[in-house]
């Protein structure tokens, strides 16, 4: 009975991620990428321990961090209350291996790492319940 | 500055206490010795060694009125500790663990004292006339990990635990013949020793350095992931608050006020907490000199000890700049992990305005709060 529960709960998870993409793509239509990070990182990570959802998630935020160009001017429009949970998004990037998504990941970790401290590191390394 | 004195005992220190009339110090040099140091004419001078326990004395607590010395060590052995003439003579007390003690702490009233162990369990030991014995009592089956801090309520009965398993609990330890029941305050009258009033599920990775403000309203701990919680109204409904650290995460607490806190830990500089006229709680600023020239406040804030030189050393800094700058953030007064920070209490006064650190660098700090005008608003208030 538990398995049903959790499945419902999955496909209203990846229902409400594909529902947050349409909304980043637009936004990414008319530039504004930070909307769109911000839209991406919004009710993450998933409250679930599905995998497949937070791997839905994560393509959605990746394709809004991926579009970041200016980092200070993105730092200069976002709330340090997203701080930590980027961070989880960041070292989940740099786990993936890939070029490109490491090298964007580590621009942003060098100044995230400015704003918000060791802390914040902490914070994304020792939490083993809310993984993203 | 803050430190009033700074002297090193030995490679490490693993905890310390002190003489009811803070003349002398015990403390563990990380082995399985305790050495008490009476400060001397200009030195400190060392003037006993309590030899009994087989490991590393991970807890020390030194009683007030009674003049009782309690330790606890990863040998799992527990001895209490009285002075008769010159001599320190120690009395076995059985805890049955089968894992290391932790830490240890004597109850307000001292007819009890609380240890925390590696065995998942909590030991609260009182001392039976008819037998000439000190009694343990265990709290079992309630954390699912080691029990790393515990505090005593002003109560004599409740007591907070924190755990490896990330929680903080409140337990009734009501010993029947031991307290009386208008002793205990009226939410916890009903209670049996061992009863679980409140688990607080706030941290999401280990939780250490649990301490009750001098009322017992407020509770503080802190967590391996940079935050310090701070509950109030323990009961049913309680009022919890969360502060995120910008540095490096606590390791032990010390309400010197209703409404301050310091907080020590591995950034080797002691914070500062208060509560402003809302009760809501902040961080106010470090309590060590942090002398750090204008260009790098951004990095210098969060820098410290050898994390610090590290974090300097693979970032690009003007040419010049790197070496006095990392001789300035080498002035704390520790330079390494602070594990644990213990009042020198005043007579009649509910207040702390000295304190003291000890840490992994063996070093013994100690504080006073008096002269630091910026603090001034907040102690004035209290003192």
Not at chain 1, 36 to 58: F, I, Y
Not at chain 2, 236 to 255: E, I, T
Request: aromatic fraction near 8%; include cysteine; hydrophobic fraction near 35%.
């Amino acid at each position: 009975m538990a398995e049903f529960v959790d499945a419902d709960n999955a496909e209203a998870i990846i229902a409400r991620i594909e529902h947050k993409s349409q909304k980043i793509e637009s936004l990414l239509k008319r530039s504004k990428p930070v909307e769109a990070l911000k839209t991406a990182l919004e009710g993450s990570p998933p409250n679930t321990r599905d995998e497949r959802c937070k791997s839905a998630n994560w393509i959605v935020v990746h394709r809004a961090l991926m579009t970041i160009k200016d980092v200070d001017g993105m730092f200069s429009s976002l709330d340090p209350e997203y701080y930590d949970i980027l961070m989880k998004y960041l070292y989940r990037g740099l786990s993936t291996g890939d070029r490109p998504t490491c090298d964007q990941c580590l621009r942003i970790h060098e100044k995230l790492t400015e704003r918000a401290g060791l802390g914040c590191i902490l914070r994304a390394l020792a939490d083993t319940t809310n993984t993203v | 500055m803050a430190a009033i004195s700074i002297h090193r005992f030995a490679q490490c220190i693993t905890c310390h206490a002190w003489s009811p009339d803070q003349s002398m110090v015990a403390l563990c040099p990380n082995s399985s010795e305790v050495h008490i140091y009476k400060m001397g004419e200009e030195e400190w001078e060392r003037v006993h060694i309590l030899q009994k326990h087989d490991q590393i004395v991970s807890g020390i607590d030194w009683s007030s009125m009674s003049n009782r010395i309690v330790t606890v060590s990863h040998d799992r052995n527990s001895y209490v500790w009285n002075q008769e003439g010159t001599e320190w003579v120690p009395t076995l007390v059985i805890l049955r663990l089968n894992r290391a003690a932790l830490c240890v702490q004597w109850s307000p009233k001292e007819n009890k004292f609380a240890v925390g162990s590696g065995a998942k369990t909590v030991c609260v030991c009182y001392y039976e006339q008819d037998n000439n014995w000190w009694v343990s009592k265990v709290i079992r089956k309630k954390h699912e990990s080691s029990v790393t801090s515990v505090a005593w309520h002003p109560n004599n009965i409740l007591l907070a635990t924190t755990s490896t398993d990330g929680k903080c609990r409140v337990f009734s330890t009501f010993i029947k013949g031991v307290d009386s029941r208008d002793a205990a305050q009226p939410s916890s009258a009903e209670s049996r020793f061992g009863e679980q009033i409140i688990q607080l599920d706030l941290s999401t990775s280990w939780a250490f350095g649990v301490r009750w403000s001098p009322s017992g309203n407020t509770l503080a701990y802190v967590g391996h992931n940079s935050m310090i919680y701070f509950v109030d109204e323990v009961g049913p409904s309680p009022l919890a608050q969360s502060v995120a650290l910008r540095d490096l995460p606590l390791r032990d607490v010390l309400f010197v006020a209703e409404r301050i806190v310091i907080g020590v830990g591995y950034d080797c500089n002691p914070m500062v907490f208060a509560a402003d006229d809302t009760g809501i709680w902040s961080f106010v600023r470090f309590l060590g000199e942090r002398k750090i020239t204008s260009s790098n406040t951004k990095y210098g804030s969060q820098l410290s000890g050898a994390f610090g030189k590290l974090y300097a050393q693979s970032t690009k800094y003007g040419p010049g700049n790197d070496i006095s700058d990392l001789s300035k953030l080498n002035v704390n007064a520790h330079t390494n992990c602070i594990s644990c920070i213990q009042p020198l209490k005043e007579q009649g006064k509910a207040a702390v305005s000295q304190f003291s650190t000890s840490g992994m660098d063996g070093r013994l700090v100690l504080w006073d709060l008096e002269n630091q005008l910026d603090l001034s608003e907040y102690i004035c208030l209290f003192f």
